[in-house]
């Protein structure tokens, strides 16, 4: 038996799908969204059906973009470090670093890590596409790689996997240093403990 709409039921259901989301936060922000404006429920509506209509990966770091821009802001900007790519988990992780406002070269997300349990294998991520732009690129123009990576044990067999494909090529690759705490998630760090971290990369 229902004790209350089957709209709100649905809309709490859905909220309830997004990670982090248990079934009381649902219930708040469904309730939230019923005593909004109307006009507020279809500017998210809108947004919702935007991210998936409109968003693509940029054809050159991965990362999200808008259709009609592409490649994105940060791979067209004259302004990037050029000579540095640093090699993120997520576009989360991503934005985690620019929060810091230290690192300025350019990035490449991989959409994922090496996980054989989960059945994720090397040609899952973003790994081909990363040694295509490399290989594609001026010799003299890519400098270092860092590889930016949680500290999980996914993580770390991901960085090997990449620090043995990238060496031989002559690049010169690093990672950032141990100040995140193993296991952590480099999108919920503080911009300082991030700062130090890509401060203090050392060589793979």
């Avoid at 043995?164 to 690759?173: C, E, Q, T, Y």
Wanted: net charge negative; with cysteine.
């Amino acid at each position: 038996m229902h004790y209350t709409s089957l709209s709100i039921e649905a809309l709490i259901d859905e909220f309830a799908k997004l990670p982090g989301i248990g079934r009381k936060t649902a219930q708040r922000l469904a309730m939230h969204i019923l005593h909004e404006p109307r006009d507020e429920a279809v500017k998210l509506a809108e947004a919702l059906i935007d991210v998936k209509d409109k968003v693509i990966r940029c054809s050159v770091c991965q990362n999200v973009t808008d259709r009609g821009a592409d490649p994105c802001a940060v791979c067209t900007s004259r302004s990037r470090d050029r000579s540095v790519i640093c090699v993120v988990e997520s576009p989360v992780d991503m934005l985690a670093f620019e929060k810091t406002g230290y690192y300025k070269g350019l990035y490449h997300v991989l959409h994922g890590v090496i996980s054989p349990l989960d059945g994720i294998g090397p040609d899952d991520i973003k790994v081909r596409e990363l040694l295509a732009r490399i290989s594609t690129t001026h010799p003299s123009e890519i400098k270092e790689v860092v590889l930016a990576l949680n500290p999980t044990i996914e993580g770390e067999t991901t960085a090997l996997y990449l620090a043995r494909l990238l060496k031989p090529l002559g690049i010169f690759v690093t990672k950032i240093a141990r100040g995140i705490p193993v296991g952590a998630e480099l999108e919920f760090i503080d911009e300082a403990t991030l700062s130090r971290a890509m401060e203090g990369r050392s060589a793979v």
